[in-house]
């Protein structure tokens, strides 16, 4: 075995069959015959999916990697991860999802933008479509798995894959059950998920031949007509999101970490706000970088594993995600690999702005071993403004941090239009729209019971820029977002002197030890104090006219913890 992966570290395309020291279960050694049945006592023919194909049941890491290596799904690095590239889909297709209304959704779901409905006449058609796609394979990946740490508030997902490399994310992202949970395993809700499926929009009700269909009443989600894997994990997500709140347990698109004291600390952010990189902080225990539960007793982790932005990542801002490419069991989604030397560049963006890496958490060397925590003592809500409007830190009373969860703000810049320097109000209420299937007030009202309930203090971090907006201005320095976290944590922060924000109403700290007071007021940094008010101004109308869609499903308080015009 030490001779294949040493091997394949070293550059070779795929191996043979004669490099497998496996057998199947006639005795054969063919690799495409090999076949690992760890099945449970519920078949796929019990599930009404029948099929010819060649089932391999929840394999492990080096045994997928294998099997994608051998159908040339991917090149493996030099250093150990495996590379893979996704094609056209490179993100999630957010306007190709869909959920099926019906007698269980009509009046629980809501319908918009981020949950657009399907008929179930539609979702019959699509999933016979895709039942006779799933008979006609050749080969299967089933993994059989956990949405969630907690075994009381759990859901079991089976997934059913085609490529063997989305089998192995979909295994490192999820909870994986022991050997004994498996021989009692039951799946209450199934994912197929199948690249090579084009949907006909007529047919199924969808948009395009890529299509992501969501149905409760029947525990399946179908994905078809996209190599992107995170539509997987994000079903899961949608899953726990749709769950979990009738039970009173808080879902959230968050990170969360623990100090030396076991303080739990939350970090909810949109993508590119620094979530992952800074909940991943070697002098504290990571929970999750993406999705958790927070219950009467824990937060906990929904996931086994990380989805960490690579695009332009720094072995020294970011040493523990950086340490993860050069792991085998890492998967690394449209990062560009020399396919002679196997040499990968993590700042060439010619595939994707949007390069991904997943791995197993246990690779983050200071990670939670059971995946979760105490409930938190501290809230931190991340945007990365653009504008250059908010201050570094501010503390938020409970009912600004419900204004602020149901804004959900961050500010994207303007991609890639030659000569568009202006950056782009994002507004993705409780900080992850597309996969709350429930109205927003439901997750609103219970992060604001549980903040009260349990003394939570809460801060919003920009992450953005300062100085001015993007194009005149510069990143925050991620050495002063440490310090001031680190201050808000270790509760020194609370003691600071405060002033009030004209235009925001919350609380930022006019000094902070080891950080430039300057940079803790934006109107001082900007190079007139009249053009930060002006631009200050059209970001709080920015604010209040995404805000006007929830208020009749709010409280007066927070209603009143709107940004005003100053």
């Given at each position: 075995?030490?001779?294949?992966?040493?091997?394949?570290?070293?550059?070779?395309?795929?191996?043979?069959?004669?490099?497998?020291?496996?057998?199947?279960?006639?005795?054969?050694?063919?690799?495409?015959?090999?076949?690992?049945?760890?099945?449970?006592?519920?078949?796929?023919?019990?599930?009404?999916?029948?099929?010819?194909?060649?089932?391999?049941?929840?394999?492990?890491?080096?045994?997928?990697?294998?099997?994608?290596?051998?159908?040339?799904?991917?090149?493996?690095?030099?250093?150990?991860?495996?590379?893979?590239?996704?094609?056209?889909?490179?993100?999630?297709?957010?306007?190709?999802?869909?959920?099926?209304?019906?007698?269980?959704?009509?009046?629980?779901?809501?319908?918009?933008?981020?949950?657009?409905?399907?008929?179930?006449?539609?979702?019959?058609?699509?999933?016979?479509?895709?039942?006779?796609?799933?008979?006609?394979?050749?080969?299967?990946?089933?993994?059989?798995?956990?949405?969630?740490?907690?075994?009381e508030h759990r859901v079991n997902v089976r997934v059913i894959t085609e490529l063997a490399w989305h089998s192995l994310f979909i295994r490192t992202l999820l909870v994986r059950p022991t050997a004994a949970e498996l021989e009692s395993y039951a799946p209450e809700y199934t994912i197929i998920d199948l690249p090579s499926f084009r949907a006909d929009p007529e047919r199924h009700g969808?948009?395009?031949?890529?299509?992501?269909?969501?149905?409760?009443?029947?525990?399946?989600?179908?994905?078809?007509?996209?190599?992107?894997?995170?539509?997987?994990?994000?079903?899961?997500?949608?899953?726990?999101?749709?769950?979990?709140?009738?039970?009173?347990v808080m879902p959230m698109h968050c990170s969360a970490n623990i100090g030396p004291d076991g303080d739990t600390a939350v970090f909810f952010g949109l993508s590119g706000t620094g979530k992952t990189t800074l909940s991943a902080d070697a002098s504290r225990t990571l929970i999750g970088d993406d999705e958790h539960g927070w219950s009467d007793t824990a937060v906990f982790n929904f996931?086994?594993?990380?989805?960490?932005?690579?695009?332009?990542?720094?072995?020294?801002?970011?040493?523990?995600?950086?340490?993860?490419?050069?792991?085998?069991?890492?998967?690394?989604?449209?990062?560009?690999?020399?396919?002679?030397?196997?040499?990968?560049?993590?700042?060439?963006?010619?595939?994707?702005?949007?390069?991904?890496?997943?791995?197993?958490?246990?690779?983050?060397?200071?990670?939670?071993?059971?995946?979760?925590?105490?409930?938190?003592?501290?809230?931190?809500?991340?945007?990365?403004?653009?504008?250059?409007?908010?201050?570094?830190?501010?503390?938020?009373?409970?009912?600004?941090?419900?204004?602020?969860?149901?804004?959900?703000?961050?500010?994207?810049?303007?991609?890639?239009?030659?000569?568009?320097?202006e950056p782009d109000a994002t507004f993705s209420t409780c900080f992850g729209a597309p996969f709350m299937p429930r109205h927003p007030s439901v997750y609103g009202n219970l992060l604001k019971e549980r903040i009260a309930r349990g003394g939570v203090d809460c801060w919003l971090v920009n992450t953005g820029w300062t100085g001015g907006q993007y194009g005149t201005g510069q990143r925050?320095?991620?050495?002063?977002?440490?310090?001031?976290?680190?201050?808000?944590?270790?509760?020194?922060?609370?003691?600071?002197?405060?002033?009030?924000?004209?235009?925001?109403?919350?609380?930022?700290?006019?000094?902070?030890?080891?950080?430039?007071?300057?940079?803790?007021?934006?109107?001082?940094?900007?190079?007139?104090?009249?053009?930060?008010?002006?631009?200050?101004?059209?970001?709080?109308?920015?604010?209040?006219?995404?805000?006007?869609?929830?208020?009749?499903?709010?409280?007066?308080?927070?209603?009143?913890?709107?940004?005003?015009?100053?």
């Open positions: 075995m030490a001779r294949i992966y040493m091997r394949l570290l070293h550059g070779y395309r795929s191996l043979t069959a004669t490099d497998l020291p496996f057998t199947n279960e006639a005795g054969g050694s063919n690799w495409r015959e090999y076949t690992v049945a760890k099945t449970t006592g519920v078949s796929l023919e019990s599930q009404g999916i029948k099929t010819g194909a060649r089932l391999n049941w929840n394999l492990g890491t080096a045994q997928l990697i294998e099997q994608a290596v051998n159908r040339e799904e991917g090149l493996l690095s030099r250093d150990g991860a495996f590379v893979v590239e996704t094609g056209q889909h490179t993100g999630r297709s957010a306007n190709d999802k869909f959920t099926v209304k019906d007698g269980e959704t009509a009046d629980s779901v809501w319908w918009g933008k981020s949950n657009k409905p399907m008929e179930p006449a539609h979702f019959a058609a699509l999933k016979e479509d895709f039942l006779a796609a799933v008979a006609r394979k050749e080969t299967l990946f089933v993994q059989d798995l956990f949405g969630g740490s907690q075994p969808c948009r395009s031949e890529t299509v992501i269909a969501v149905n409760f009443t029947e525990k399946l989600i179908l994905i078809g007509g996209t190599k992107y894997a995170g539509e997987m994990k994000k079903s899961v997500f949608g899953i726990l999101n749709y769950l979990l709140p009738v039970k009173g996931e086994g594993g990380c989805y960490a932005k690579m695009i332009r990542l720094s072995p020294t801002a970011e040493p523990e995600i950086f340490a993860t490419t050069r792991r085998f069991g890492t998967v690394l989604e449209n990062v560009v690999i020399d396919a002679d030397s196997r040499e990968i560049d993590l700042d060439d963006n010619r595939l994707a702005e949007n390069s991904r890496g997943s791995y197993p958490i246990d690779f983050i060397p200071n990670a939670s071993k059971d995946n979760l925590g105490p409930v938190p003592k501290n809230i931190i809500m991340l945007t990365a403004d653009a504008f250059g409007i908010l201050p570094p830190i501010a503390k938020l009373s409970p009912d600004q941090a419900m204004y602020h969860f149901l804004s959900g703000y961050t500010a994207r810049v303007a991609g890639t239009e030659i000569g568009v320097t925050m320095p991620i050495k002063v977002t440490r310090a001031l976290l680190n201050a808000a944590l270790d509760g020194s922060l609370k003691n600071a002197e405060f002033r009030k924000d004209p235009f925001f109403g919350f609380d930022v700290p006019v000094s902070v030890p080891g950080v430039d007071s300057a940079i803790l007021d934006p109107r001082s940094t900007w190079p007139t104090p009249e053009a930060y008010d002006e631009k200050a101004r059209a970001l709080v109308k920015m604010f209040i006219e995404n805000f006007a869609q929830f208020e009749a499903h709010v409280e007066q308080g927070v209603r009143e913890a709107a940004p005003t015009a100053a």
